[in-house]
């Protein structure tokens, strides 16, 4: 979804042309994996990690362009809200220290957009939605301005008919939680864009891998999803609303669902998607994509991709990129090219951003390690549960964070943080030195991991019970939030770990 989109109509002859390139593209893509022409194995990683920028009174900065235009770091770009900027950290090897490197490296991306935000009166905060958005925020005008943005807005406005509905429920909360006894609350909207979207700030790791690993790691990915959402959940609040531990879950499946009422009940799959199946190709992936889904940007190229695999060259397979870029999985599929090399990749989406550098890295190094684990176990997860239990795990980490309850073959249903004490750190520990991670680096991460679920306290957990205590000294529900951002904000520029912030 990067390239430059300049067109402003669509007709059936461009729909039918790509309809036939994007077939073309995938029956390239099955040649490429039957004869393996991809980069070799390696522990190659990327990160990205989403920002949002606030003015004095912690309210939304639409102030992207103008920090930009200040800064000189070459990892920082626009993202879909003007209040949006992102972070491209460069791919790097797993082995040695370089999570350090990485913690620095993000630190230091973001004191970079912090610094061009002070400039200007903002703030950059990495956290997973803004809990000072108002719904005005949410209008189609508060896009950023760049082309692709207003022709995706229009492609999926036209595509659902009607205005998105935020139809979003706090469930209800467990007992000795930090809302036990609190009233449910609810929230309903209809929007006219796809802003919504840009208010989920997020974490997205990706691993380099090749077609024959690919399948055990994304299923180890999909079978851990719901621990890792439940772990580092830090997304309570929703315009001034406390509502799932991470709301970024079903907000972000509701705010790009191009369905109508009548295809939802016919069971049509949404476009944010957890799947429905482990899978046993890479190629499954993509073609499910291509099978489920209508095109929503329907640009054709020129190029024949078997024209470049018999010379030789890999295929830049655009039209299934873009294609699979507004199909939202979880965890994604990724084809790119890279030095005339075609890699494959796994792109891990389910984690919010923040709440700090150390803390983004430690929930980076516990992924990266169990689905090493996992995925070279003699007995998988995904070969002892269902698919349907993986997802129902993903929707309870969303719901209640670190208090859920998560099945688990071997040991049954247990809460997030003894699931993670009693099996998980172990084997992530094993994976880190699997794939030759430092061991002290691999300590300080790990450690970080473990006293999140020793204290039961994530950037969610922290955020409500910050809020919480304002208004039991009596401020309103909006100072209350206002109150916890100006001292979240101090805690992550701190980069302390979250669960050592007061008043958690």
């Known amino acids: 979804m990067g390239q430059h989109l300049t067109a402003t109509l669509f007709t059936a002859s461009d729909q039918a042309r790509y309809r036939h390139r994007i077939h073309r593209c995938l029956e390239a893509f099955g040649t490429m994996v039957t004869e393996g022409r991809f980069a070799a194995a390696e522990?190659?990683?990327?990160?990205?990690?989403?920002?949002?920028?606030?003015?004095e009174d912690m309210r939304p900065a639409m102030l992207n362009h103008a920090v930009l235009d200040r800064s000189?770091?070459?990892?920082?770009?626009?993202?879909?809200?003007?209040?949006?900027?992102?972070?491209?950290?460069?791919?790097?090897?797993?082995?040695?220290?370089?999570?350090?490197?990485?913690e620095q490296d993000m630190l230091d991306a973001t004191t970079n957009a912090g610094d061009c935000a002070r400039d200007l009166g903002a703030r950059a905060v990495t956290i997973g939605i803004l809990p000072t958005l108002a719904a005005e925020h949410l209008a189609s005008d508060q896009l950023t301005e760049d082309p692709r943005y207003a022709l995706l807005n229009r492609q999926m406005l036209t595509a659902r008919g009607e205005p998105f509905r935020l139809d979003i429920t706090e469930p209800p909360a467990p007992r000795h939680g930090p809302n036990d006894g609190a009233p449910?609350?609810?929230?309903v909207l209809d929007v006219d864009s796809i802003a919504p979207e840009a208010a989920c700030t997020s974490?997205?790791?990706?691993?380099?891998?090749?077609?024959?690993?690919?399948?055990?790691?994304?299923?180890?990915?999909?079978?851990?999803?719901?621990?890792?959402v439940a772990l580092a959940a830090n997304s309570p609040f929703l315009l001034g609303r406390r509502l799932w531990a991470e709301t970024r879950i079903p907000l972000f499946t509701q705010a790009v669902d191009t369905r109508p009422v009548e295809l939802r009940n016919q069971g049509v799959r949404p476009r944010v998607w957890f799947g429905d199946r482990w899978a046993h190709s890479a190629y499954d992936l993509f073609e499910e994509n291509v099978r489920y889904f209508g095109a929503l940007l329907p640009l054709a190229e020129d190029e024949d991709p078997f024209a470049e695999l018999d010379a030789g060259r890999p295929p830049s397979l655009?039209?299934?990129?873009?294609?699979?870029?507004?199909?939202?999985?979880?965890?994604?599929?990724?084809?790119?090219?890279a030095d005339g090399i075609a890699h494959l990749r796994l792109e891990n989406r389910v984690l919010p951003a923040g709440p700090t550098a150390v803390d983004a890295v430690a929930n980076a190094m516990f992924f990266y390690g169990l689905i090493r684990a996992l995925a070279e176990s003699d007995r998988p997860p995904?070969?002892?549960?269902?698919?349907?239990?993986?997802?129902?795990?993903?929707?309870?980490?969303?719901?209640h964070g670190i208090e859920a309850a998560l099945y688990w073959p071997g040991i049954g249903t247990v809460?997030?943080?003894?699931?993670?004490?009693?099996?998980?750190?172990?084997l992530a520990r094993e994976?880190?030195?699997?794939?030759?991670?430092?061991?002290?680096?691999?300590?300080?991460?790990?450690?970080?991991?473990?006293?999140?679920?020793?204290?039961r306290c994530t950037g969610a957990t922290w955020q409500v019970r910050a809020v919480a205590d304002a208004e039991r000294r009596g401020l309103d529900r909006g100072n209350a939030i206002l109150e916890m951002m100006r001292a979240y904000l101090e805690g992550m520029e701190a980069n302390v770990p979250v669960h050592e912030w007061p008043p958690a």
């Not at 994976?431 to 204290?455: M, T």
């Open 415 to 426: 809460r997030a943080d003894e699931l993670v004490l009693r099996r998980m750190l172990p």
């Open 43 to 55: 522990p190659s990683t990327g990160v990205e990690i989403e920002l949002a920028l606030v003015d």
């Open 203 to 228: 974490l997205q790791l990706h691993l380099q891998l090749t077609p024959e690993l690919f399948p055990a790691y994304w299923n180890a990915a999909q079978a851990i999803a719901g621990l890792q």
């Open 72 to 102: 000189a770091s070459d990892v920082l770009t626009s993202e879909l809200g003007r209040w949006n900027l992102e972070i491209n950290l460069p791919p790097r090897m797993l082995p040695g220290a370089t999570a350090r490197d990485l």
């Open 382 to 399: 995904w070969q002892l549960m269902s698919f349907d239990a993986a997802e129902a795990n993903f929707t309870a980490g969303a719901r």
């Open 184 to 187: 449910a609350e609810h929230l």
């Open 431 to 455: 994976g880190l030195a699997a794939w030759g991670v430092d061991g002290e680096a691999a300590d300080r991460y790990l450690s970080v991991i473990e006293q999140r679920c020793v204290r």
């Open 318 to 337: 655009q039209e299934l990129r873009l294609h699979n870029g507004t199909v939202w999985r979880w965890n994604r599929p990724v084809y790119d090219v």
